[in-house]
């Protein structure tokens, strides 16, 4: 037991972070585990490495994926607006090394050191808008809105370029929602509109992957050798069809066999054919809980920089796990995105890490007298 009289860092964190927010997180980092050795042995195996060496790695990642969570989740609003800076500065910079110097993997280059930047860029990206809507709802004398409107091209710019369409829109569709949040006019609701509209269809007219990978998935053409252009979103579905309600059982999945990315973005349709539909429902379930008690925490939040981060990383989240289930039952065409916390990956597991310890700090219950001070140390009004 920790006693509320004994006033230690630890104790603070302990009696003012949300304990269900946290018990989420670490119900789906160790159903991650379970699932990735259900998933990821077809592909060790495949690759000539032992059994389990992707469910060795993934502990292994865990390791500094908790100590980051963790160590951020102890931050005060104004240092994790300082760390969100520094990580955004820093990815950036490490996105375009990638785009020189990087390794292409499929036509994109994502990777460099042995790391996708790109990740660590999101959450930073959405803790810096929040700052800047904030700010400018705040202070009149700050241009929050055009700030937040700059930083949207400065971080898809060198994300198309890579090109990652996928991770482009995630962070897009965060940012006009917060832009929303802020009380936009409906001016601006019509243009972003259209210039989204028109971005999308210019990808599309002019871009050759995503081009294909739409026109695949609206009128996918005929197999060659036997193969479907789909492959893996319809091995998918053979997936959660085979698994029914209730899964064929631990170990016992087939399908997962011929699935190339069934420990990555095709995790959740091992799920459905191993454990059954009713755990794909109640895994869909906790990535919705964490999502609306975020939004009802935002909500209540005196703090506007708290309360946009906290809408801001909640649907950060959210859309991520949504766009990979929805791939994974192919009502979307391929994003390469994971599933938080369940997919095998080193930069995504610590990122979201990062983003989860954000999360957890600027969701802290904090007393009405220590936010005013914060705000008093930023330079705000006392009334604000």
């Not at 000539?48 to 500094?64: D, E």
């Amino acid at each position: 037991m920790i006693s509320r009289a004994q006033r230690t860092p630890f104790s603070d964190w302990a009696w003012t972070v949300d304990r269900w927010l946290l018990a989420s997180v670490a119900l789906l980092i160790v159903a991650g585990l379970v699932f990735a050795m259900a998933g990821s042995p077809p592909v060790a195996e495949r690759l000539h490495l032992a059994t389990f060496h992707f469910v060795n790695k993934q502990a292994i990642y865990l390791v500094p994926a908790l100590a980051v969570m963790i160590a951020t989740s102890f931050l005060s609003p104004r240092h994790v607006r300082r760390l969100a800076l520094v990580i955004f500065i820093v990815s950036l910079a490490l996105v375009f090394a990638t785009i020189l110097y990087g390794q292409e993997v499929k036509g994109a280059k994502r990777w460099i050191l042995g790391i996708q930047p790109s990740e660590f860029l999101k959450p930073a990206f959405v803790v810096l808008v929040a700052w800047a809507f904030s700010e400018g709802a705040r202070r009149k004398d700050v241009p929050g809105n055009l700030i937040a409107l700059l930083l949207l091209p400065i971080a898809i710019v060198p994300l198309m370029l890579q090109p990652d369409f996928g991770q482009t829109m995630l962070i897009s569709i965060v940012w006009a929602a917060l832009f929303f949040m802020a009380g936009l006019h409906w001016i601006w609701v019509v243009g972003l509109g259209g210039l989204g509209g028109v971005s999308a269809l210019l990808a599309y007219k002019f871009v050759p992957h995503v081009h294909q990978r739409i026109e695949t998935f609206l009128e996918p053409p005929p197999p060659v050798a036997g193969v479907p252009a789909n492959f893996q979103s319809e091995t998918a579905l053979e997936s959660f069809i085979a698994g029914s309600w209730f899964g064929r059982g631990p170990g016992e999945g087939v399908i997962k066999r011929i699935l190339p990315d069934s420990h990555t973005d095709f995790i959740f349709a091992v799920i459905g054919e191993e454990f059954g539909v009713l755990v794909c429902i109640a895994l869909a379930a906790v990535f919705a809980f964490v999502v609306v008690r975020g939004l009802f925490s935002a909500a209540r939040n005196s703090d506007p920089f708290c309360r946009f981060a906290t809408a801001g990383l909640v649907m950060l989240f959210g859309l991520q796990s949504c766009i990979n289930m929805a791939v994974n039952v192919h009502l979307m065409p391929a994003k390469g995105m994971t599933l938080p916390f369940v997919s095998y990956g080193g930069s995504s597991l610590i990122s979201l890490s990062l983003g989860m310890g954000f999360l957890l700090a600027v969701t802290r219950k904090r007393p009405r007298a220590r936010v005013m001070s914060e705000l008093a140390a930023t330079g705000a009004p006392a009334a604000a």
